[in-house]
């Protein structure tokens, strides 16, 4: 299926609301293993893009090149719709043509972008402060003029809640959407009610994220599904997963002067080498053998 075929399938299962489960994927390893499992999406994670490419807080840090190159990285290497993070454009109105128009070219199904005051934090982060609700309406009415096809969906974020509470959070989503965003993500609802009166209040596909540790609870892809949300995003799962079995690895090696061998934490080289395409190079160098 060709980038514009699968943009189309998303484009019309999101409008139709149909639910979809999207894991968060932060590098080539992460979003190869997600592709195979069959997902309905990925989301790039610029918490996880910070973490794994920079080595650094979801602070503000990453830059457009940063995030747009691991963007396009991933869209080529993948077959599942890529949801993606693009913080909050990189600027002022002009930015966020460029990138949407520059993500789209990327291959990217999905563009997210919140009304967070530069720098930005990591939505489960303290500090947050969001742009005036008249800038990021401007903001979203540029990036849905900007892009090129309507099934390149735009995705607004706030993250009013944490500041100014879960009214004024519903009223951005509800002005975000009549300016024209595709889906509404209202970020950190604080407990399940929550999840519903915003469900209740805004008329659009609804993103639900779904942080371990984090401002909201944990809620199931079957419980999500019954308050009335669209995309349920768990973004940092699989980075939390990799970093603890590194550590567990690490540990063991450096304290034992051993590998612990294949097995829980560590996958055998074989299926290593499949996962990342030995396998075809293998096939390659035996067809054009001398």
Same mark, same amino acid.
């Given at each position: *299926?060709?980038?514009? &075929? ?21 590098? *080539? ?14 989301? *790039? ?30 869209? =080529? ?10 913080? %909050? ?5 002009? $930015? ?17 972008? &919140?009304?967070? &005051?530069?720098? !930005? !934090? ?16 401007? !903001? ?34 509800? @002005?975000?959407?009549?300016?024209? =965003? ?11 009610? +929550? ?13 639900? $994220? ?19 949300? %669209? ?13 603890? @079995? ?13 590998? /612990?061998?294949?097995? +829980?934490?560590?996958? /055998? ?9 030995? $396998? +075809?190079?293998?096939?390659?160098? &035996?067809?054009?053998?001398?």
């Amino acid at each position: *299926m060709s980038t514009e &075929e699968r943009r189309a399938d998303f484009s019309a299962r999101i409008r139709t609301r149909e639910f979809t489960l999207a894991p968060g994927v932060f590098d *080539m390893v992460s979003a190869r293993l997600a592709d195979t499992a069959g997902f309905d999406a990925l989301y *790039m994670s610029g918490y996880g893009i910070a973490a794994s490419h920079l080595g650094l807080p979801d602070a503000g840090l990453s830059s457009f090149a940063d995030l747009h190159d691991r963007a396009r990285t991933i869209a =080529a290497g993948t077959d599942t719709p890529l949801i993606a993070d693009a913080d %909050t454009g990189f600027g002022g109105l002009l $930015n966020v043509r460029h990138t949407v128009q520059a993500y789209e070219a990327a291959g990217v199904a999905a563009i997210q972008l &919140e009304d967070q &005051e530069f720098p !930005k !934090k990591c939505g489960h982060a303290h500090g947050r402060r969001v742009v005036p609700t008249a800038d990021m309406v401007r !903001k979203v009415e540029v990036a849905v003029d900007s892009r090129r096809n309507d099934d390149v969906l735009i995705i607004a974020r706030t993250d009013a809640r944490s500041s100014l509470g879960l009214d004024e959070a519903i009223a951005r989503g509800r @002005a975000y959407a009549d300016a024209g =965003a595709d889906v509404i993500f209202v970020e950190s609802p604080e407990t399940e009610a +929550e999840f519903g009166h915003i469900a209740d209040q805004i008329d659009a596909p609804l993103v639900a $994220n779904m942080v371990e540790g984090g401002y909201s609870p944990l809620l199931s892809a079957d419980r999500l599904t019954e308050l009335g949300f %669209t995309i349920g995003l768990f973004p940092v799962s699989g980075l939390a997963a990799a970093a603890a @079995a590194l550590a567990s690895v690490y540990t063991t090696l450096r304290t034992t002067g051993a590998s /612990p061998g294949p097995g +829980e934490h560590l996958l /055998p080289i074989p299926e290593l080498h499949a996962l990342m395409g030995m $396998n +075809e190079v293998n096939a390659f160098d &035996e067809r054009w053998a001398d």
